[in-house]
């Protein structure tokens, strides 16, 4: 019972520790939600999500263009990405729906 206790103050603590403020990364003052998800099962097509882009519309693409860069190099070991619609996408032509811009881009296999 005493380990279970522990076990679970550790869980929380680890868990806490996730969600605080001072490890988020923030770009144009604001912290930005992302997802990252792949396209139709391919996983070098995916498209990013960034939740709350009325904040600062540059900080939404400088979180986006952070979260592409993360997804190739997890899944490529590269930074390389070709962007159908992404961080240099003029403004005219983003996808903004409910507060959230849309990126779509593929990581060039090697």
Not at 24 to 50: N, S
Not at 93 to 98: A, G, H, R, S
Request: charged share 20%.
């Amino acid at each position: 019972m005493k380990t279970t206790s522990v076990m679970f103050a550790l869980s929380l603590g680890l868990l806490t520790g996730c969600t605080d403020s001072k490890n988020q990364i923030t770009f144009d003052g604001h912290y930005f939600r992302t997802k990252v998800a792949k396209v139709d099962k391919q996983r070098d097509v995916f498209t990013v999500r960034i939740r709350d882009v009325a904040q600062s519309l540059e900080g939404a693409r400088a979180a986006g263009r952070h979260a592409g860069i993360a997804y190739c190099v997890e899944n490529f070991g590269s930074s390389k990405i070709r962007w159908s619609v992404g961080p240099e996408t003029p403004p005219e032509q983003l996808q903004i729906v409910d507060n959230t811009l849309v990126f779509q881009g593929v990581c060039p296999q090697l």
